[in-house]
């Protein structure tokens, strides 16, 4: 086990009690509680983590926060296994096992770099270009792009962790936890309205927490705790850590990620919500996102051991490392002496690269009186690497342009070279909420300029360029108060006095390209703007020749900005690239819109509840505790859990379904028909209502009788059907198709509320009021006459008829209808007696040898007699013409919905496709429902297809299969022979009948 | 015998508790408060002035009667005494446009109950349940996860009664009994 | 997620309703007045317009009612909600500008 050979004395806001010993590519390291995966490696002196994208180079640990492109790594195995977590936000625990990605057989020697050397042939649009010809070799480029492609390995087992969701409501949302969220949050908070502060990181106190200065006379570390702990004793205020608010959207809705246990490790946590997703609507938000570092490019800019400025203070001041001992920094600006300084507190050799000709003011002062070395106006030209370690730089002055190196070279050992090239405002989410950005030419960073008009949010702190504490500070509580009282809350608007000490900072020098002692694009180095796509300066050059010169086409040509880290730290260098080249403003450019989520969100989160179980409701009837005891195999039907059929023994669906089909038609079978929709109509205009909505009269329907209906939608087609019951004057029963119940609800209310508001007609649903047992057979009467007193005889209870009475001592509505065609009483009773009913029909039926019979067999028993089920013989297309049921259609009727669309051209077609039966030559033979119907079977397509087959069986009863088909000009077919083309390459010989089989 | 959708669940208890009240007679009103002698005759017939403001309940003896939408109420009553009531409503009203529908076993209602019954209804409620925008003695039409649910917050703050669909039930149910197992 | 308010409900999330397309398409009074391509109209066209929209909307998991929505598409601001009986707003002409 190694040493932590870059771990510094002070304990900075790591536990240094509480020892952690954690794995990186099968070696065990030594870490403490408070360390990410980055800096318990970087204290491990470990700088190589993995290899790139496209050119498998190697490289390391560019930043200390979420705006990572490099450090990506493979986080724990098997089930719990991730691709591309980002070490700098991994919290380390006892046990953590991580792999580098895309190196194989190691990453310290990976065959993949082999791409490096031939890297001419993986230009940019290399996806495009490269593969494309000749044609055919696609299938064996495939193979070679999906092993190069994509970063890590997915898990192939389930994920066993479960993942919390939830929505959140809150007055005054604020988003990141750093000095002007602090003070945000705490004037919106003494206020008394509700505040939400979310961070993504760990530990709230944002910048603060690489700083090592005072605020107001004490260490700004301790500042944050005293802070944070106020916030936490108050009520009204939610402090959400290890929270990233990933999605903006409108009226103040955000998504939030919250790693609620992740940093416990992956075993412990089974039971418990590894994350959560925020669903937040908040009234007011303020945005207190700050800025990241901008690095600058220059050649060979990838190399291990390079990392942002501010990186390198965050790993001293917060995690107590100094990833190097002998540093270089590389600025054009004042901001990153501060890092110098630090190193050299703690005792590493530093030197300053300044590409500024001539900086002066208070920082190079400190520095100076340091005996710091500050080398100016230089470029850094190459960079020595070797076995995972920076070995050193090359570096050379700058013509009085930039553009070009100048005089000879010069070598410096280092092992650490920190980059800064500016702030850059992180605006992401105000551009994702449809908020508009400027181009700041002074700060030369894009700022938020319009917030969208449905959002309300509020900007402070360095996310609006400003770069000073107390500014900051300033801002956010100025925020806070507002945000406050838009929410109509009064606030106390004095703030503390602060005093943080002030410096004054030097302008920067716009230079962000730096050139090597080779034009770009040329020689053996490579300038990275955007390290997580493998892009560089070279391929914008490349880009533009080739005519892809707009950001659009730019950002898409060359992946930049693509990777995961939606390029934080690369976008507005490859715009900068781009306006050198096209020699324009940035302005001019534009810039393409930052999309959801800011980071990356598991699927585990965005899922939560929805699986398994809970993905879908499985809607029950009442008599489903029955089902499940007969061995039911249940049918999705909407939501609904349906039986198919009833499996006796070892039987097989097939012979289930031939048994339940013969015993109905012999004896008695029970069918839980409790799915089918019901509506109760009530008022004086409901049969005006009833003649709209169905093809057929109402007018002559008296009390107690029954009416099958079709319904039709304005365009003249079928979309449900069901039978209505007059129960009492004003008073109707309507029932629907299980599936389209609630369509049918919609269909009716939305008449009554938008188009028919003084009709009086009110609907109520009662689908889930009633159990529905449908008793079908020529024993049904014998049957029920044993439960009900009820007459049953012909006279007083004809077909199409209900009547009311006691069932099995239960108040029931007896509707004598069929789907069966055989005699047939649907028995409806309050849905909490259902199963009671349903068990003493059983009962009593036993001497009658009755049958519970499923889907499958209503299905067979009613094709049989040529009823058709809609939704499976019809698809929307299909008027009651083509399903000849010209009979049903009233002539008489003035109008009814969808009346005026048969005169269409299209829907008059006298060669629609129509409803036909099918007969196959081989009466053992059972059609493929949705096969085709061709007149000539040829050796290979296109056939004349005719249509498709709807429904499919072996009909027991007629002792040979079935099938319904949908043919064009079908009624004119009939009696010729067609043939069925099968998947097998087969064809079935068919002769068209009509689609009424059995007939009694 | 009779069942109910969650008949053989027991109780979840603990520091918050799930269960599902037994049956109460559960009658949907319609009609239009724009007839003069709607009102009057719905008070004449149940005894309850009909809450004529959205997203309130009224509650007289052991009725409870709940705005579903302006011309749309819920009353719930002791299950024993639906039947007279709907027959004397009819009575009541038979002169105006009106419905009455018994609609007892369509719904039921599950009680959630406890310190987190808020945070828990929170995890598919999109409803801000916050005393401050649903005070007690209030109800909301709205959703939890894929169910519409018609939502009442009793007069303790922590108690929520939840009126759900007969088949949508154990969803909501084991929607709640997963979020209470994981708090 | 849109904040929508249901005239009846108050102010609730997108996900308790259901868009049901075009507002203020009235059904003919008398159908057969129309020729093919008038009833071509009614069945068929709808405006698809980039900015201000009159959308019909309904409260699905809440009061069950529908009610009109002018949406501006664009920028998915809602600039009125009203009942079926109330007569269409009148939007000032900021309202109805609509952005680049």
Excluded at chain 1, 386 to 391: A, D, F, T
Excluded at chain 2, 94 to 110: F, G, R
């Amino acid at each position: 086990m190694k040493k932590q050979i870059n771990r510094l004395e002070h304990d900075a806001r790591l536990n240094r009690r509480k020892s952690i010993r954690f794995w990186f590519d099968n070696r065990a390291y030594v870490g403490y509680e408070g360390d990410t995966l980055a800096s318990g490696l970087l204290a491990n002196g470990i700088h190589l983590v993995g290899r790139s994208f496209k050119y498998h180079r190697p490289r390391g640990i560019y930043t200390a926060g979420s705006e990572e492109p490099n450090a990506l790594v493979q986080l724990e195995e098997n089930a719990f296994t991730e691709p591309n977590r980002r070490a700098t936000e991994i919290e380390i625990y006892e046990g953590l096992i991580a792999h580098s990605q895309n190196c194989w057989p190691s990453r310290k020697f990976d065959f993949g770099a082999l791409n490096s050397w031939f890297s001419r042939l993986l230009p940019a649009g290399f996806y495009y270009k490269t593969f494309m010809w000749p044609t055919s070799f696609w299938m064996t480029y495939e193979k070679y792009i999906r092993k190069l492609a994509g970063l890590g390995r997915s898990p192939t087992e389930p994920d066993p962790h479960f993942y919390d969701k939830t929505y959140a409501h809150c007055d005054v949302l604020i988003i990141g936890g750093g000095p002007a969220g602090i003070e945000a949050a705490t004037a919106a908070g003494q206020s008394g309205c509700r505040v939400i502060l979310a961070d993504e990181k760990f530990e709230f106190g944002g910048m603060l927490l690489s700083e090592n200065m005072l605020i107001n006379g004490i260490p700004c570390h301790e500042w944050i705790d005293s802070k944070i702990s106020k916030l936490r004793a108050m009520p009204n205020v939610k402090l959400l850590n290890r929270t990233t608010v990933t999605g903006y959207y409108d009226y103040n809705f955000l998504v939030a990620n919250q790693r609620v246990n992740e940093h416990l490790g992956p075993r412990v946590t089974i039971n418990s919500p590894k994350e959560r997703l925020w669903k937040i609507r908040a009234k007011h938000v303020v945005m207190a996102t700050g800025a990241i570092e901008r690095p600058m490019v220059f050649a060979d800019n990838d190399r291990p051991g390079i990392m942002l400025a501010s990186a390198i203070r965050s790993y001293i001041n917060r995690f107590s490392t100094l990833p190097g001992k002998n540093c270089v920094i590389l600025t054009n600006n004042d901001s990153a002496y501060h890092a110098a300084l630090d190193i050299a507190d703690e005792g590493g050799q530093v030197s300053i690269i300044d590409i500024r000709t001539n900086p002066s003011g208070s920082m190079i002062e400190s520095a100076v009186s340091r005996g710091i070395r500050i080398i100016k106006n230089h470029s850094i030209t190459g960079v020595g690497y070797s076995r995972g370690l920076l070995r050193s730089i090359e570096i050379m002055e700058l013509s009085e342009d930039g553009l070009n190196v100048i005089g000879k070279k010069e070598k410096l050992l280092c092992d650490l070279v920190g980059i800064s090239g500016g702030w850059n405002p992180t605006i992401h989410l105000f551009s994702q909420s449809k908020g508009k950005l400027k181009f700041d030419q002074s700060n030369h960073c894009f700022l938020a300029d319009q917030p969208s008009k449905n959002n309300s949010v509020i900007l402070a702190g360095s996310c609006q360029a400003t770069w000073f504490l107390k500014d900051c500070m300033q801002e956010g509580h100025a925020a806070g108060c507002e945000a406050a009282k838009r929410a109509g809350f009064s606030v106390d608007g004095a703030s503390d006095e602060i005093n943080t000490g002030q410096i004054e900072y030097g302008a920067l020098r716009p230079l962000w390209i730096l050139p090597g002692s080779h034009p770009i694009g040329q020689g053996k180095t490579k300038h990275f703007h955007e390290l997580h796509n493998d892009a560089t300066v070279g391929d914008i050059h490349l880009a533009v020749r080739e005519g892809y010169e707009s950001v659009e086409h730019l950002k898409r040509y060359t992946t930049t900005g693509m990777g995961t880290d939606q390029g934080k730290t690369s976008n507005l260098n490859a715009l900068v690239a781009l306006s050198e080249i096209r020699n324009l403003s940035i302005p001019d450019l534009g810039v393409t819109t930052f999309r959801p989520p800011y980071t990356p969100l598991s699927m585990g989160s965005i899922v939560g509840y929805d699986c398994g179980e809970l993905f879908i409701q499985k809607r029950k009837t009442p008599i489903h505790p029955w089902h499940d005891q007969a061995h039911a195999v249940y049918e999705d039907v909407g939501d609904w859990k349906r039986p198919r059929y009833y499996s006796q023994g070892k039987e097989t669906m097939h012979a289930a379904v031939q048994r339940e089909c013969r015993q109905v038609r012999k004896t008695a079978g029970l069918l839980d028909a409790s799915t089918l929709g019901k509506i109760d109509l009530q008022g004086k205009d409901t049969r005006w209502l009833l003649n709209m909505l169905y093809t057929n009269v109402w007018d002559k329907l008296e009390v107690g009788r029954c009416r099958y209906g079709l319904m039709l939608n304005e365009h003249g087609m079928i979309f449900d059907d069901g039978v209505t019951t007059r129960i009492a004057e004003n008073h109707y029963h309507m029932t629907t198709t299980t599936g389209g119940a609630a369509r049918v609800m919609s269909w009716i209310e939305e008449w009554l509320q938008t188009e028919w508001p003084d009709l009086e007609v009110y609907a109520t649903s009662v689908t889930e009021q009633w159990a529905v047992a449908s008793l079908n057979g020529p024993n049904a009467r014998e049957i029920l006459q044993e439960l009900t007193d009820i007459p049953l005889d012909e006279e007083s209870f004809p077909f199409m008829s209900m009547r009311e009475g006691q069932v099995a001592n239960i108040p029931a509505r007896v509707f004598r209808i069929s789907f069966t065609g055989e005699l047939a009483y649907e028995i409806n009773v309050p849905a909490r007696h259902g199963l009671a009913l349903w068990e003493q029909l059983i009962e009593v039926g036993r001497k009658f040898d009755i049958c519970p019979y499923g889907t499958e067999s209503m299905h067979v028993l009613r094709a049989e007699k040529g009823f058709i089920i809609v939704g499976q013989d019809t698809d929307g297309t299909v008027t009651p013409m083509d399903v000849g049921m010209d009979w049903i259609v009233s002539k008489k009727k003035q109008d009814f919905l969808g009346k005026r669309s048969f005169d269409r051209t299209d829907t008059s077609r006298s060669d629609r496709k129509q409803l036909v039966g099918l007969l196959t030559d081989d009466p053992q033979f059972i059609l493929p429902e949705g096969a085709h119907v061709v007149s000539e079977v040829k050796s290979k397509p296109p056939m004349n297809m005719l249509g498709h087959i709807t429904s499919s069986y072996m009909s027991p009863n007629i002792g040979r299969s079935i099938a319904i088909a949908l043919l064009k000009d079908g009624f004119n077919l009939k009696g010729q022979t067609l043939n069925v083309a099968l998947m097998n390459g087969n064809s079935q010989r068919v002769i068209v009948t009509d689609p009424v089989f059995l007939n009694v | 015998m009779t069942t109910s959708p969650l008949w053989d669940r027991p109780p979840i208890t603990g520091k918050n508790i799930l269960t599902e009240l037994s049956i109460c007679g559960k009658i949907n009103i319609r009609g239009s408060i724009n007839h003069s002698r709607f009102q009057s005759s719905v008070n004449e017939a149940f005894g309850l002035d009909l809450p004529l403001n959205p997203n309130t309940l009224v509650r007289v003896d052991h009725l409870t009667c709940y705005w579903l939408g302006p011309d749309e109420w819920l009353v719930h009553c002791p299950i024993e005494k639906l039947d007279s009531m709907i027959e004397l409503g009819r009575a009541k009203l038979a002169k105006i446009h009106h419905a009455l529908v018994d609609v007892s076993d369509y719904y039921t209602v599950l009680r959630m109950e406890g310190p987190d019954s808020e945070i828990l209804l929170a995890k598919s409620c999109p409803l801000d349940l916050h005393l401050s925008n649903f005070p007690v003695e209030t109800c909301a039409q709205t959703r939890f996860g894929n169910a519409s649910i018609l939502l009442d917050r009793r007069s303790q703050g922590s108690i929520f009664d939840i009126q759900v669909r007969w088949s949508y039930a154990e969803y909501v149910w084991d929607y709640l009994t997963k979020a209470i197992q994981t708090l | 997620m849109l904040l929508i308010r249901c005239p009846w409900c108050g102010f609730r999330d997108q996900s308790e309703f259901q868009a049901q397309g075009e507002a203020h398409i009235t059904r003919p009074e008398d159908p057969y007045q129309l020729d093919e391509e008038q009833w071509g109209q009614y069945l068929f066209f709808r405006k698809n317009p980039k900015g201000v929209h009159y959308e019909r909307w309904v409260h699905v998991h809440g009061c069950r009612r529908w009610f009109n929505v002018v949406r501006n598409t664009m920028t998915d601001d809602i600039l009125a909600t009203y009942r079926p009986e109330e007569p269409i707003p009148v939007l000032s002409d900021e309202e109805t500008n609509q952005p680049t």
